[in-house]
Each structure stands twice: as structure tokens, then as C-alpha cells.
């Protein structure tokens, strides 16, 4: 089965490929999903390259040591391997698992506007990033914002109050100097 090439308004981030695995053209595969080998089953993968995205087609994969490898149609040994490291990996949004009622993908958080219960507005949301404890926000300052601090922001019931995907802001118990 080939792919059609993909509207790139629809493709999601779901992995980065890593350094070569062995010597027949496996490589890394860190894993953007919270199940690190759920992203296998979101086929078709592609990978953006600099002239487009480009198919991606797993032909094996397996869990090695705390990681993940996999080797891939488009990379037939270790010398193209070693070309690889860093490309990113994508699918189209309709590969993904439904989510839970108050789930959300990163990558639909990302550029938000986030307001606290003052109504002020505290900036952006410009990436979020995982640590021991939880999640984290990174929110970075705008035109609007009401300084030019760029905060952290724990992902935590008590914190985040209200997604609003629609509106596409965020609203946060979290004072401006905080």
C-alpha cells in the first residue's frame, strides 16, 4: 500500500528517530505518546525532510532496553542510518486514539492563550514537557500579556480550570507573580 502524499494541516508529531541501532539501518525511535509503543499503530508514518514530508514505512520494531528501535523500508543500511538522526516522524490526526473527555493532545494545548481567574492574561502556551512529579506548561509572554515573564506552569487539576479549545485559551489558578 503506498500513501498519498499528506495535508500537512493534519499531520500530528509523534516521534523524533535517534542514533543508528546495530549495523543494518535500525535506529532509535523516541516516542512522543505517553504508551511509547502506541505509536507504532498509528500508521502511516512520514517524515519531514526539507523538500516535504516524505512515506516513513516500519518494517520491524522492537522495545531494547528502556527504548525503542525500528527499521524502515526507505532506510536499507547503516550508512543512510547515520543520515537520520533527528528527523522527526508524523501522522495524520486520524491515526490517533480517541481521547477520554478533559484529555487532550500537546499539540492542540500548544498556542493557547492562558488567563488566569483575575483575567489576566499570563501569555501563550509555547510547549509543555514532562518531569518526575507532572507535566509542565511553558508559557511565553505576549503583546498582550501583562509582563514579559515567561512562566512554568504545573499541568494539575487544582491549577489548569477550564480548557477551551473552541476559544482556544486556557484558564489557570496561577497569580501573575507567582
Not at 121 to 133: D, H, S, W
Request: aromatic share 10%.
Amino acid at each position: 500500500m503506498t500513501a498519498t502524499a499528506p495535508n500537512a494541516d493534519q499531520l500530528i508529531k509523534i516521534a523524533t528517530l535517534k542514533k543508528p541501532y546495530g549495523i543494518k539501518g535500525w535506529l532509535w525511535v523516541f516516542s512522543d505518546t505517553d504508551n511509547r509503543a502506541d505509536v507504532f499503530a498509528m500508521q502511516p508514518w512520514w517524515m519531514k525532510t526539507a523538500t516535504g514530508f516524505k512515506p516513513l514505512t516500519v518494517t520491524n520494531w522492537r522495545e531494547q532496553g528502556q527504548g525503542l528501535v525500528a527499521s524502515f523500508k526507505e532506510v536499507p543500511d547503516r550508512n543512510v542510518a547515520e543520515t537520520m538522526n533527528g528527523v522527526t516522524v508524523w501522522t495524520e490526526r486520524a491515526n490517533l486514539p480517541a481521547l477520554d473527555e478533559e484529555e487532550y493532545y500537546w499539540s492542540d494545548l500548544v498556542g493557547l492563550v492562558v488567563v488566569n481567574e483575575a483575567g489576566e492574561t499570563l501569555g501563550k502556551i509555547k510547549n509543555l514537557f514532562e518531569t518526575g512529579a507532572h507535566e509542565i506548561i511553558t508559557v511565553a509572554p505576549t503583546a498582550e500579556s501583562i509582563d514579559n515573564e515567561e512562566r512554568l506552569i504545573p499541568w494539575h487539576k487544582d491549577v489548569v480550570l477550564k480548557v477551551d479549545l473552541a476559544a482556544a485559551t486556557m484558564l489557570v489558578a496561577w497569580g501573575a507573580d507567582y
